[in-house]
């Protein structure tokens, strides 16, 4: 299956669902891209992007139930569904494809 | 140190997020802010939570406009529905990219835009509260007011008559009512056969609240007939009415409450029901409260405050010597019974009246109107609803102007368009684009237009004259704005999409290749814009003259000499009150005694006062003038004033023979007189008055001097005849004190109050003002009207203007290569900006006598509210016609001085 190809910013996002596994919401989404990437993430930005991901079917999402050290609000916990998976491996390859064959002095230049 | 999120903060973040993601996105906003307190401390988690919200909130905004769009639900993809709605919001930041690209003109169409909805918005809304709403009651067009019409008599029957004065606005309203007298409401309701319910009531009562260890107030009370609340079918929200039981002495002691007074006054107990509360000559028992809704007069500026029964006073139900004509009546009609039925039967009782008292009742007219018309008054209306008028001509010229914006953008953009559609776009797509355009520049303009129209009425209402009814129903009208907004809209669509319709039919590849700069717009377009452009000009004109006529009229009026001197005067009312069917005692003594106590008050050079109505008042007492041996012709009535002896010094009325009153005049001394001038040529013509005896009141008069003419009712109806007879000689029973002061009048206010205590002590203090602030109000509604139609004035020409700017600038950037090439040929600078200019002249000069002609016809329209000009005054006309066209020529020099400035090689190395 041809998927639509992904930002760089979505595939950060889709690979820390997969990361973060069965812990993946809000908070630690924003956390391990933001370790990742170094770079601040609005939280608006952050649900924006999710939100496209799940309508696009790559990822799933369900809402916890309320919990008391978080003002009595829920979490809404994001897993990756096959469709995700497909697109984010297609994503890899193509990039992977571009990649190939390149001298590596352009591969150390990047800083 | 708190562990809270910086409330602001959080309160934006939760209001931009839709309701379906607030706990999710608060939930870990808050957790992540705990966390982050703990580890680098409270004031760093702070910092780091309001940059989150700061740079959320956009993202937030922009998501809940597609989950709007949408109607996303979590965990329901949708891909068809996300190709739409990201398309549209591909659209709508093209959009936004592409009028930022030429802000010039967005801002000009967008202040155009705002400028013409806001005010429309904020004059409709005034206009609809005031004049075309229907009255807030069951069925209100069965509603109607009752009265008697004026007609010239040459004195009135029975010899005195205390009729209150047809005020400044009667005389400009034909179908104006008057009074009543009980002796003919009385009639009314025992030979009327059309109204379901009539009623009268009487505002001229007393009501002073004697709440004990508080200073006496005066509450606004309505003596109510019981059937005035089945007239207007409102019941008290608490307890009852009264009913025609109370309208007997002695059972009349009954009150009910407006739901105002009640909440204000008496702390909103519904206990109070029953109770008896203390009032001046009393003790009321309160029947019930009105609900908060029923106000009557309607949503005026001061309502109702109490309601307590109606009683005809014994000597009223017959008709004796002396009448007063006071009563207020309103009725319903009976299902089925028009106004012209109703009027057909009341001329009836009226010459049935007439038979049955010739004497008494000669001439007697009835009048049935409509009660929203009668409240409202044809002069207010008509006076608003030229405001509509001219605010409508400004919304016409603020449409014109956007599409002319739209049409001269579109022309700049062919090619643009031309190469998308050769790159695969449809013509839908094109036309889809342009359309989100104007839609976002329309819905901009319209909120932005939201803000200015809640300002202005804002402002309007605190600018209407105090007797404009429903002030207090003033506010912003959603549905003009909607309409305001939709004709923009409607403009904006059709002139943003008949370009790109155009574009598609005369085909691609012309546009293409045509590329160079010389490819102008259609010639069928340009004479639509020129057409726009004089249609722009020309309503310009009608709004520029008629705020000329307006602001001569108001010079002519503010030229008037009142024929006193209002700089340093205090007035102040003193009104004991009376039974109405006692005959108000006689206070003039006390009176002198109080002016003679003021005289002595530092800082007051002359204190006075006058009784029967001081200048641009309405009270006023009309009798009739005999001088022995003359027989008068015309109108032998004239306007008697009771005055005191400095009156006349106090306002600085001219002595123009004779003298003014003085110590001669006492009580018992030799009867003297003074007369204006107006009586001096129409019973003197041609000899000097003083010394001559005249008879009025019974008792015989020296007139001792003649006086200047001085503006009684007001400044813009002509001073009529006038005498003024001592207050030591006559009687009064309630006056003003008129005090001529050296400083700031209100400084000796405490002293005044305290002499009028002193001699009067359970006659409160009313009305206090300066006779400055008097003359103020008196011009306000002329002072409004220059004021809003100047504005709009300036509104149309200023937009009007930019009109005329827009297009030549825009034919000279279209014209750069030719203006090059002729340049390059020999051409001066001279010549190329009379080339533009004259392309200007020819669009302004049409508009103008276009406009000419219009203003000529519009303007008799507004003949009734100018004042010393005619409509077609030429200096108006001129005035208006030099402002546009310098107007013009200031929107043409920009463009001319561009083109002027072409520089021939890089016009045509541009190639």
Same mark, same amino acid.
């Given at each position: 299956m041809r998927t639509d190809s992904l930002g760089e910013f979505e595939q950060c996002l889709l690979l820390a669902v997969v990361h973060l596994?069965?812990?993946?919401?809000g908070v630690t989404i924003r956390q391990a891209v933001e370790l990742r990437t170094e770079r601040e993430i609005a939280i608006g930005a952050l649900y924006t992007s999710l939100d496209r991901l799940e309508r696009k079917g790559y990822l799933r999402s369900k809402m916890s139930d309320p919990t008391p050290?978080?003002?009595?609000r829920s979490k809404r916990f994001f897993t990756l569904t096959a469709a995700g998976a497909t697109a984010l491996r297609q994503s890899r390859e193509r990039l992977t494809r571009m990649w190939?064959?390149?001298?590596p002095d352009l591969r150390r230049s990047r800083s | 140190m708190t562990l809270r999120p910086p409330r602001l903060a959080q309160f934006l973040m939760a209001r931009s997020l839709s309701k379906s993601d607030r706990d999710a996105i608060l939930g870990d906003l808050s957790e992540e802010f705990t966390t982050r307190a703990f580890s680098s401390g409270a004031r760093e988690a702070r910092r780091w939570y309001v940059r989150q919200v700061r740079r959320s909130i956009g993202p937030n905004v922009r998501r809940r406009v597609t989950d709007l769009l949408f109607r996303r639900a979590i965990g329901a993809p949708n891909r068809r529905g996300l190709s739409s709605v990201e398309a549209l919001m591909t659209d709508l930041r093209d959009a936004v990219r592409s009028l930022r690209a030429t802000p010039g003109l967005t801002i000009v169409a967008l202040v155009v835009l705002t400028l013409g909805i806001g005010a429309t918005t904020a004059i409709f809304s005034v206009v609809d509260a005031v004049v075309l709403r229907p009255l807030?009651?069951?069925?209100?067009?069965r509603l109607v007011a009752v009265g008697e019409r004026t007609t010239p008599r040459k004195s009135p029957p029975g010899g005195k008559a205390a009729a209150p004065l047809p005020g400044p606005d009667m005389s400009r309203d034909p179908e104006a009512l008057v009074r009543v007298q009980p002796q003919n409401y009385l009639d009314w309701v025992a030979q009327?056969?059309?109204?379901e319910s009539i009623a009268a009531f009487a505002d001229n009562g007393a009501f002073t609240l004697r709440v004990p260890d508080a200073p006496p107030e005066d509450l606004v009370v309505q003596q109510v007939t019981a059937s005035f609340f089945d007239v207007l079918r409102v019941r008290p929200l608490l307890g009852r009415s009264f009913t025609a039981?109370?309208?007997?002495d002695g059972r009349d002691r009954v009150a009910i409450l407006s739901d105002a007074v009640w909440r204000s006054h008496?702390?909103?107990?519904?206990?109070?029901?029953?109770r008896t509360i203390p009032v001046n000559d009393g003790n009321y028992e309160v029947l019930g409260v009105m609900p908060p809704d029923v106000t009557y007069p309607v949503a005026a500026v001061r309502s109702t405050d109490v309601f307590v029964p109606y009683v005809v006073p014994a000597n009223q139900r017959v008709r004796g010597r002396g009448f007063s004509s006071y009563l207020q009546v309103i009725a319903r009609l009976t299902p089925g019974v028009s106004i012209a039925q109703a009027q057909a039967q009341m001329d009836q009782v009226a010459s049935a009246i007439e038979q049955a008292n010739p004497v008494w009742a000669k001439n007697l007219k009835i009048g049935v109107r409509p009660l929203r018309d009668h409240l409202v008054g044809a002069s207010t209306r008509s006076w608003m609803l030229m405001l509509l008028g001219a605010v409508g001509i400004v919304l016409l010229i603020a449409c014109a102007n956007v599409a002319n914006l739209l049409l001269a953008r579109s022309s700049g953009r062919e090619r643009e368009m031309a190469v998308r559609a050769a790159l695969g776009a449809g013509r839908s797509r094109l036309v889809r684009q342009l359309m989100v355009e104007s839609l976002v520049l329309s819905i901009t303009g319209t909120l932005l237009s939201v803000v200015l129209a809640w300002w202005a009425i804002h402002v309007l209402r605190g600018a209407?004259?105090?007797? &404009?009814?429903?002030?207090?129903?003033i506010g912003l009208n959603l549905r003009v704005l909607v309409a305001a907004a939709g004709l923009a809209l409607g403009t904006g669509f059709l002139f943003g999409v008949i370009p790109a319709l155009q574009l598609s039919k005369t085909g691609l590849t012309n546009s293409l290749k045509d590329s160079?700069?010389?490819?102008?717009?259609g010639r069928g377009r340009q004479r639509l814009r020129g057409v726009l452009v004089v249609a722009e000009v020309a309503l310009a004109v009608v709004l520029v003259v008629g705020a000329a006529l307006f602001i001569g009229s108001f010079i002519a009026l503010m030229r008037v000499?009142?024929?006193?001197?209002?700089?340093?005067v205090l007035t102040v009312d003193v009104w004991p009150r009376a039974q109405p069917d006692q005959r108000p005692p006689d206070r003039a003594q006390s009176f002198n005694d109080i002016v003679d106590r003021i005289g002595h008050?530092?800082? &007051?050079?002359h204190s006075s006062m006058i009784a029967n109505g001081m200048p641009l008042g309405v009270r006023m007492r009309i009798d009739r003038l005999v001088v022995p041996g003359r027989t008068i012709d015309g109108d032998d009535s004239v306007s008697v004033k009771v005055v005191t002896n400095d009156y006349h010094r106090a306002l600085q009325?001219?002595?123009?023979s004779g003298r003014y009153f003085?110590?001669?005049?006492?009580?018992?001394?030799a009867n003297a007189m003074i007369i204006n001038e107006s009586t001096a040529r129409t019973f003197f013509a041609g000899e000097d008055a003083v010394g001559h005896v005249a008879r009025i009141d019974k008792k015989d008069w020296t007139i001792v001097g003649v006086i200047g003419d001085v503006h009684h009712s007001s400044l813009e109806t002509a001073p009529r005849t006038e005498v003024y007879l001592p207050m030591s000689q006559s009687e009064a029973n309630s006056g003003q004190l008129v005090i001529q002061t050296r400083?700031?009048?209100?400084?000796?206010l405490p002293l005044v109050k305290a002499a009028v205590f002193a001699v009067l002590p359970d006659v409160p203090v009313r009305d206090v003002k300066t006779m400055e602030e008097l003359v103020a109000r008196r011009t306000a509604q002329r002072r409004l009207s220059m004021l809003m139609l100047s504005l709009l004035g300036l509104l149309g020409l200023v937009i009007s203007a930019a009109g005329i700017y827009g297009v030549l600038a825009y034919v000279v950037s279209q014209r750069t290569r030719e203006i090059g090439v002729r340049m390059a040929l020999g051409a001066t600078r001279s010549r190329v900006v009379a080339m533009v200019l004259l392309n200007a002249c020819v669009l302004v000069a049409v508009g103008l006598a276009i406009g000419g002609v219009g203003a000529r016809y519009l303007g008799a329209t507004a003949r009734t509210f100018l004042?010393?000009?005619?409509?077609?005054?030429p200096r108006a006309f001129a005035a208006a016609l030099l402002t546009l066209s310098i107007a013009a020529l200031i929107a043409s020099v920009i463009p001319a001085h561009r083109a002027a400035t072409v520089d021939p090689i890089v016009a045509l190395r541009a190639e």
């Open positions: 596994g069965a812990d993946a919401y050290q978080r003002g009595g190939e064959g390149l001298s | 807030p009651f069951d069925e209100p067009d009327q056969q059309v109204f039981e109370n309208e007997v008496f702390g909103g107990n519904r206990d109070i029901i029953g209407m004259p105090e007797d &404009v009814a429903r002030v207090g129903a160079t700069r010389a490819a102008s717009a000499d009142p024929g006193f001197n209002p700089d340093h008050v530092p800082g &007051v050079v009325i001219p002595v123009r003085g110590p001669s005049e006492y009580r018992g001394g400083d700031d009048p209100y400084t000796v004042f010393g000009l005619q409509p077609s005054d």
